[in-house]
């Protein structure tokens, strides 16, 4: 398929961690170590979605399965431009996309999992969440003041808190898995190097302005409790139904390939086919087919 030897069917599945338990952040890398050819990897990439483009097709036709793409990360480790790329080819009927910023007041007065609750995916669709409930143990429990505004009665928001959020999101993405819905879970690893030289570049850049917010650097001051939340959320949330990719992002190209790839090998997996049409349908379709044969074509003249 390509020249660069870290393109192979499913080599997104040393990044994949379903046993939680053993997760250490430390142990993982933010780069992948690769000489990565920009335009070679954007033909691979290229490659790739065509091939999920066509198993989405199936699967919407299919019916029978729904796929959630679950990604966080730090910022400008390059959420929105990899969902962009590896979804430029699906068609938009078939594909729901929602970004979770802020809770709103509506969001607020109902429980922490209410608000992405009602953004699944129907049947036979590619959900993407770009941010998800994964905010209630990473940016919550960095800024733990963000409780107050759920206005919890006192006695649930207890030391153990974290560990119940744990409790209650593995318990629903089991739900899912028991129903029709394959959940996929992306942590873009960046490096703190990485992401500085992306903020000078969206300072020095005119045409990148617009994507710098100062308080993407007062975020920044939290990078080592951030990193210890994504671990002990990583630990507690991954399993073999609802895994978690720990994709290094310091190079967009290569995270880009690795993400398009697990979510190829998930397609893949489901063993998706059109639907099978009874012979009674399918002579059906020739008498049909023989109807428009013989149509005169001037009835449509105006």
């Known amino acids: 398929m390509a020249k660069n030897n870290f393109v192979k069917n499913n080599f ?3 990044y994949r961690v379903e046993e939680g338990n053993k997760f ?27 091939q999920i483009s066509d198993l989405q097709n199936i699967l919407y036709a299919d019916n029978k399965w729904s796929l959630l793409l679950i990604f966080q990360a730090m910022d400008a480790a390059g959420n929105h431009s990899t969902i962009k790329n590896i979804l430029s080819g699906v068609n938009p009927q078939g594909c729901e996309v929602y970004a979770f910023g802020r809770p709103s007041v509506e969001e607020l007065g109902h429980d922490f999992l209410w608000r992405t609750t009602k953004c699944l995916p129907q049947r036979g669709n590619i959900g993407v969440f770009n941010r998800s409930y994964y905010e209630e143990t990473l940016v919550a429990r960095v800024h733990p003041e963000l409780l107050k505004a759920q206005c919890l009665p006192n006695n649930l928001v207890t030391e153990n808190i974290w560990e119940e959020r744990f409790e209650d999101i593995c318990a629903f993405e089991k739900h899912m898995a028991r129903s029709i819905t394959k959940v996929l879970k992306f942590f873009l690893h960046l490096s703190p190097e990485e992401q500085k030289a992306r903020f000078l570049e969206r300072i020095d850049n005119p045409k990148k302005n617009w994507k710098f917010d100062k308080n993407d650097l007062y975020e920044r001051t939290f990078w080592k409790r951030y990193m210890h939340a994504y671990e002990e959320t990583i630990q507690h949330t991954a399993c073999k139904h609802a895994p978690w990719y720990v994709i290094p992002a310091d190079n967009k190209a290569y995270a880009r390939l690795a993400v398009a790839d697990a979510v190829l090998s998930t397609l893949k997996d489901l063993d998706l086919k059109y639907p099978s049409l009874s012979d009674e349908i399918i002579v059906s379709l020739k008498s049909f087919k023989g109807i428009l044969d013989k149509e005169e074509q001037d009835i449509y003249k105006i």
């Open 12 to 14: 997104s599945e040393k």
């Open 24 to 50: 250490q952040l430390k142990d993982w890398e933010t780069s992948s170590g690769e000489k990565i050819d920009e335009d070679e990897a954007e033909d691979q990439l290229k490659e790739i979605v065509e």
